[in-house]
Every structure is written in structure tokens, then in C-alpha cells.
């Protein structure tokens, strides 16, 4: 297929890298990022889209997304599909379907799960809001860079997977280290904790996965010094989204608006920006109630 990639960053760089292993004849354009081996480098955004069937965007945000979006519209054949990728706000996806519908394109909003390791090794999952006409046309591009591709409905409705998701993350991995952190004043081991809690109904990601507690459970960043993994500002990114969605729809979402918070203060204040979102747990190690 061709394909236009335009944010070759962290996540966009090994997608990109391999669609080409692939077979798929892909340009790509990024104001800073080099190109990935085997992907032709444009001059502008526009330049990368021409011809292309499909167009996919891996960016940091909505506001840069709809400012590449309006740039990329006027160029895209009609008919190709805008795929962006990239984690942004609701309202941002919905107004760049609906720009892109009104220039005879098909837009997917299709956020990822997976991180890095996921993006490289071609294992992640995408949850996509759009045309089925597009998500068919898109679907044999997800195969090649994830593992899983759920259709989920309409125009964003793949952002809201996400945000929905990740504040459930966000909050059982706070809920995972505070009860670390009270198991340890109570002198219960931290084993015994996950070996009680990992097979009852404590149970998470967060806990049987992603065990935030170095030593404990299967290899996860609390094993490398909490080095990411998910950094916890990319949560903080998320678990903000969550809640401007929350305001936009009146949702009371008191557990994600207070994991948001914690999550404001670690990494602005309290020394977590560059740590893993699972740091949590030194985080109330070192405190009290006060
Ligand atoms: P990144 O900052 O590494 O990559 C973004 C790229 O976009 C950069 O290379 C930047 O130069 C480029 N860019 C910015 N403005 C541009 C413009 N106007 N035109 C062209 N290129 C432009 O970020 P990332 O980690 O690759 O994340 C990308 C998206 O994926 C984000 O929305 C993020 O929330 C989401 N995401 C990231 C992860 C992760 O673990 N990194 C996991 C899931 C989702």
C-alpha cells in the first residue's frame, strides 16, 4: 500500500520502520525526527501524502494535530484515509473527521496501547472510531504494526477507549502502591502481598503484570530503577484527557479527576517527570498521612 507517515518520533519511527519491512512503500515527513531506514523523506507534510492511500499521524497532541491535519486534507486524494494515531482529546479527533469527511476522505481516530517495546516489536493494540470502510481499509496496515485492532464505533470513540482505559490504569496503579505502601507499615511481606492479592480479588494489571514492587512479580520497570516503561507524565497526558472528556460529557469521575491530581503533583513537584507511572510506590513509601 502507500502510505504517508507524518511524526516520526518514539512511537511513529518503529510503525513506520515496519510497514517498510513489510513490503508497504512508505514517505514520511517530521519537523525534527530523522526518517526510519527504508521510508522516503518528504519536504513538507503535504509533500509525504500525495498518492497515498492511507495517511497515518503519530503526534504529541491535539492542537498539533489539527494544525497537520489542515495542512494534509487539501492534498489527500479523495477516498485515502487519514489514520491518526497519536493520543489526543476527543473534540480534536471528532473535528478532524468531520473536516476530513467534508473533503471526501474517511478518518480514523486509532489510538494505540503497547508503548515503544510494542511499537518495535509490532505487537500493539488499536482502538479505532470511524467508518467501517475505513477501518477495512486500514486493517491490514494494524496487522503488520500491532497484534489487535478493535473497531470500537464512531468518529472518536477509539480516543474515549483510551482515555477510559488509562484512567482505570492510572487509578488501580495508585490504589496498587498506596496498599504496597500500607502492607509494608502493617509488616506484611511484599511476596506474600502479591502472591494473596495477584490470585484474589485485588487483582489488576497493575498488580499481576506491571507489579510495581522491585523483586516482586514478572521483570517490570520497578525491576530497572523505575526507568519507563510508561513514563508518568504520558499518564498525566492521559488521565487530563480523561477528565476534559469527563467535563465535556458531565461524567463524575472522582477516582480518575483525584488519580489526575496525584499524578500532577508527582511529576511537577515531587521528582517523578522521567520516572515510570509505577514510581508511585516510593512516592507513598516515603510518606505518612500528614
Ligand atoms: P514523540 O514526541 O517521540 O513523537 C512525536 C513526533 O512528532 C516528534 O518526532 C515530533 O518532531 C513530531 N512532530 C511534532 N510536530 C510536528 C509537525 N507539525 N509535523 C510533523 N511532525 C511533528 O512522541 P511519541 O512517544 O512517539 O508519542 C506519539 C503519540 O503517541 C502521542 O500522542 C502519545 O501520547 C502517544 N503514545 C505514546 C506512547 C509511548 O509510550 N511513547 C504510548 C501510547 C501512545
Not at 477516498?79 to 480534536?92: E, K, P, R, Y
Not at 525491576?223 to 480523561?242: T, V
Request: aromatic content about 6%.
Amino acid at each position: 500500500m502507500k502510505v504517508g507517515f507524518i511524526g516520526l518520533g518514539n512511537m511513529g519511527a518503529p510503525m513506520a520502520a515496519n510497514l517498510v519491512k513489510a513490503g508497504h512503500d512508505v514517505t514520511g515527513y517530521d519537523v525534527h525526527a530523522p526518517m526510519p531506514e527504508g521510508v522516503v523523506g518528504a519536504i513538507s507534510a503535504a509533500g509525504a501524502v500525495k498518492g497515498a492511500e492511507v495517511v497515518i499521524t503519530m503526534l504529541p497532541n491535539g492542537a498539533i494535530l489539527r494544525d497537520v491535519a489542515a495542512e494534509l486534507i487539501p492534498a489527500m486524494e479523495k477516498g485515502a484515509v487519514l489514520c491518526d494515531c497519536s493520543t489526543v482529546d476527543v473534540a480534536s479527533a471528532r473535528a478532524v473527521a468531520e473536516q476530513a469527511a467534508a473533503a471526501g476522505l474517511m478518518a480514523l481516530d486509532a489510538p494505540v496501547s503497547g508503548g515503544v517495546g510494542g511499537a518495535a516489536a509490532g505487537t500493539l493494540t488499536f482502538m479505532a472510531g470511524g467508518p467501517e470502510a475505513a477501518f477495512e481499509t486500514v486493517k491490514p496496515l494494524f496487522d503488520v504494526m500491532g497484534r489487535k485492532a478493535v473497531h470500537c464505533g464512531g468518529a472518536g470513540a477509539g480516543q474515549a477507549a483510551k482515555i477510559c482505559n488509562n484512567m482505570i490504569l492510572g487509578v488501580t496503579m495508585i490504589a496498587t502502591c498506596e496498599a504496597f505502601a500500607l502492607a509494608d507499615k502493617l509488616g506484611l511481606d511484599r511476596q506474600k502481598m502479591f502472591d494473596v492479592v495477584s490470585t484474589s480479588s485485588g487483582q489488576s494489571w497493575s498488580m499481576n503484570t506491571y507489579c510495581p514492587a522491585p523483586g516482586v512479580g514478572p521483570q517490570s520497570p520497578a525491576d530497572n530503577d523505575y526507568k519507563p516503561g510508561f513514563a508518568a507524565e504520558l499518564m498525566l497526558k492521559d488521565l487530563r484527557l480523561s477528565q476534559e472528556a469527563a467535563e465535556g460529557a458531565d461524567a463524575d469521575t472522582p477516582m480518575g479527576a483525584l488519580a489526575a491530581l496525584l499524578y500532577e503533583r508527582f511529576v511537577e513537584d515531587e521528582g517523578g517527570r522521567g520516572l515510570d507511572f509505577s514510581a508511585m510506590l516510593p512516592r507513598f513509601e516515603k510518606r505518612g498521612r500528614g
